[in-house]
């Protein structure tokens, strides 16, 4: 649990069995996205680590299970994000919230090194107003996607409708359904990855598997084998930062096209066909904040993606 001040932000933490007898700095930085295993050190440094109540003053303080941890870091500037006049392909739009089918290559919010030609800064020029818990860099974004995976998700337009949304990605009955093309014969046909999720100790852009990082579970089933590779339809149970690819590429599936956890993922694909990530956002469904209306959304798969099933159906049928 996260609260912030205008000045600095307190992170709340409390260890389970798994996380005993983990070094702190290894614990935290597998737990946020933000805080690196030098940062931790040096914010232990500077008496901003409590366990316990007490300041912890070892920076190879192991964990025990049922510690209580509590961190004081610096609120992050946050970038303005401006309005831009970009396209959005709206699959749905009222007065509550929106529903888009992102396309490939798009950042969701501004970060360094993207600071404009956003989807946020494209539903600031669509929109006159968003939910602002997000704050002012993801202004009405309930949840996201990774730049190279294309497909559905939801803005809120307003904070009650981004309340009700989030609730319901808590509660886990928010649906997301993907598709992907995967390197391998995944066996078996039907299967669940149970496997946490946390911060790549020397990669810090990579997630990876670990312990001690956040819970994630993914089930998967196979659509359809080709000679190398399978298609595979895949729900989320948690929403973690690259969770599909991480677990993918843990039990040796890597997604086809993935830069980061499958460099080389394409075997003998035309190169014009393997470049892009093979994982797409195809289906939806959530209950509307203020009706209680079932939604369901089904995005086709882009032009690129069928293409690549094409020539497998032509060349590499099993």
Request: proline content about 5%; glycine content about 8%.
């Amino acid at each position: 649990m996260t609260e912030s001040g205008d000045q600095t932000a307190a992170i709340k933490l409390t260890a389970d069995e798994s996380s005993s007898g983990m070094r702190i700095d290894l614990y935290l930085s597998g737990k946020s996205n933000d805080l690196t295993r030098s940062r931790v050190q040096k914010l232990v440094e500077n008496k901003l680590v409590m366990v316990n109540g007490e300041v912890c003053n070892d920076k190879n303080y192991r964990m025990k299970a049922s510690d209580q941890v509590l961190i004081k870091v610096a609120a992050p500037e946050e970038l303005a994000a401006q309005p831009e006049d970009i396209a959005l392909d709206i699959v749905y739009e009222d007065k509550d919230l929106l529903v888009i089918n992102k396309k490939r290559g798009m950042v969701v919010h501004p970060a360094p090194g993207h600071q404009d030609g956003t989807m946020v800064n494209a539903l600031l020029g669509h929109c006159k107003d968003l939910s602002g818990i997000g704050g002012v860099i993801r202004p009405g974004i309930v949840h996201r996607l990774d730049k190279d995976t294309s497909g559905l998700l939801i803005v809120a337009k307003n904070d009650y409708a981004h309340n009700s949304l989030a609730e319901q990605l808590k509660a886990r009955t928010l649906k997301r359904v993907y598709f992907a093309l995967v390197c391998g014969r995944v066996k078996p046909l039907r299967g669940r990855i149970e496997a946490p999720v946390g911060r790549h100790l020397k990669h810090r852009k990579k997630m990876t598997v670990i312990a001690g990082g956040r819970d994630a579970v993914t089930r998967y089933r196979v659509v359809k084998y080709y000679k190398r590779y399978s298609l595979l339809k895949l729900k989320l149970e948690t929403g973690r930062t690259h969770q599909i690819r991480v677990h993918m590429a843990h039990i040796g599936f890597p997604v086809v096209g993935d830069p980061l956890y499958g460099p080389g993922s394409h075997g003998d694909l035309p190169a014009e066909l393997a470049s892009p990530q093979a994982l797409h956002a195809r289906e939806l469904s959530f209950e509307h904040p203020r009706t209680g209306a079932k939604m369901s959304f089904s995005a086709p798969l882009p032009e690129v993606f069928r293409k690549l099933l094409h020539w497998l159906h032509r060349h590499d049928e099993s």
